[in-house]
């Protein structure tokens, strides 16, 4: 790698982790590029190399969550490899879990510190969309027993909530863990898992 190129990516990554911790402490809304730049040690002349604003900063590194959320889909991922709706669900949560596992600090902060609160809407929407293209390509078509929207409303509400939940753990299981677990709750409902003593 070039060495300008890791000095840039090492300048970005501190940007990031200052982002992070301060919104965690005061808010997106409340937080100035002064902040960010003393937080990370650079001056403002640097932060204005990388971003036009603390906008524009939370905006790439949001674009960049939603680009490789859709791009586990693609490249030899869930939507190219996947044979059955069981081999989509698995190769899919064993991709998601350890991708948002790498940006857990990012993730919580949006969604939990007062971050972006259409980030965690916009997630939603994106795997909507993905899992329903899978879905077609595969011939597979929801039940009509109830309305689609509540289907999907439930299928992905309850897997982001569950993930949000994961991450938040003190000590949450390894990423493969947590798939099987997400696995065991798409293949049983809730009331399934409630036994008599």
Do not use: C
């Not at 969604?111 to 609160?117: A, F, I, R, T, Y």
């Amino acid at each position: 790698m070039h060495q300008n190129d890791l000095r840039v990516r090492k300048t970005r990554a501190k940007i990031k982790r200052a982002l992070i911790e301060t919104i965690n402490e005061k808010g997106f809304g409340n937080l100035t590029v002064s902040d960010i730049t003393k937080r990370a040690g650079i001056n403002r002349g640097t932060f204005y190399i990388h971003y036009k604003g603390k906008q524009d900063l939370l905006e790439q590194l949001e674009e960049a969550i939603y680009s490789d959320i859709i791009q586990l889909f693609h490249d030899n991922g869930t939507i190219s490899s996947a044979t059955s709706y069981e081999d989509l669900n698995r190769q899919f949560f064993q991709k998601f879990s350890a991708y948002i596992y790498g940006e857990q600090d990012f993730i919580l902060a949006m969604v939990l510190g007062n971050g972006d609160p259409m980030f965690y809407h916009k997630i939603k929407q994106i795997l909507t969309r993905e899992l329903l293209k899978r879905m077609e390509y595969l011939g597979i078509k929801m039940s009509d027993e109830i309305p689609h929207e509540y289907i999907e409303e439930y299928a992905i509400g309850s897997m982001l909530n569950l993930s949000i939940y994961w991450l938040e753990k003190d000590n949450p299981e390894p990423p493969n863990e947590f798939a099987k677990i997400m696995m065991r709750t798409r293949t049983k409902a809730p009331l399934a898992f409630a036994v008599k003593e």
